[in-house]
């Protein structure tokens, strides 16, 4: 199976110019290596000029953030009819930044629900903000998923990913290890099996930690993880292109 992974470009790069530059660079690396399939989420002021350079090609188009309603009075907010029209078919919800931001559990699963409901593709972030020796981090991302997959029916399991986000691994000294992401992704399936049953066997689960060309292959032996969903290293091409290849002989 192909590895995955996600290009959060966050508020990222400054001009559409510059925009442009950083795709042609991404499609490049993204042709030249196999076994790894990218999707890439810009920022909303980008998706349309990104998708026409794109060009409907094998590059995933992903949303950073939508909100629930399809219209209304929300001044600042992007609907997932608007993200559908230009042309992005995935969306990112639950970003530990978004949740610093305020976004709530239930709304997170209202966004998961609403996605799922118009045929696209949700990328549920989940993860802690401390590890504790007691364990209570597990109890923290179980609550996560029940509330992020709340709305969703068994027929429609299998089309969320799930990204793992440990918030206290991102810049640390001593970065997540494999093992320990082998621990959490099992517990990510074994909670998800509790409601949905085998269906849970099924979904994706993304390390959203940070990751790089030297760590990467280790976390994708080790970590019973399918992929990455990376951010600074996205928006520095020789960066990333490095990541690929490490992630395409994994």
Not at 13 to 41: D, H, N, Q
Not at 195 to 222: E, Q
Request: hydrophobic share 45%.
């Amino acid at each position: 199976m192909k590895s995955l992974i996600v290009a959060n470009w966050k508020m990222n790069p400054a001009t559409a110019k510059e925009a442009m530059k950083l795709i042609e660079a991404t499609k490049k690396a993204t042709v030249a290596t196999k076994g790894v399939s990218v999707i890439i989420a810009p920022p909303s002021i980008f998706l349309r000029d990104v998708a026409q350079q794109l060009g409907g090609g094998k590059i995933g188009l992903a949303a950073q953030h939508v909100h629930f309603e399809n219209a209304g009075s929300f001044t600042g907010e992007i609907s997932i009819p608007q993200i559908h029209d230009a042309k992005a078919t995935y969306a990112i919800v639950g970003h530990a930044e978004r949740r610093a931001m305020g976004e709530t559990n239930e709304e997170v699963g209202k966004k998961v629900a609403a996605l799922l409901e118009a045929k696209m593709t949700p990328i549920l972030c989940i993860g802690e903000q401390i590890r504790t020796p007691a364990g209570e981090h597990f109890l923290f991302v179980k609550e996560q998923l029940r509330t992020g997959l709340h709305g969703v029916s068994p027929a429609k399991i299998g089309k969320v990913i799930i990204a793992y986000e440990p918030v206290w691994a991102i810049g640390a000294a001593h970065p997540m290890q494999p093992r320990d992401m082998h621990e959490m992704s099992i517990f990510i399936r074994k909670t998800i099996v509790e409601k949905y049953g085998d269906l849970g066997m099924n979904n994706t689960v993304l390390y959203g930690g940070a990751v790089d060309a030297a760590s990467a292959p280790s976390m994708l032996r080790d970590g019973d993880v399918k992929g990455f969903l990376v951010g600074r290293a996205s928006v520095d091409a020789k960066a990333f292109v490095e990541l690929l290849s490490a992630a395409s002989k994994a």
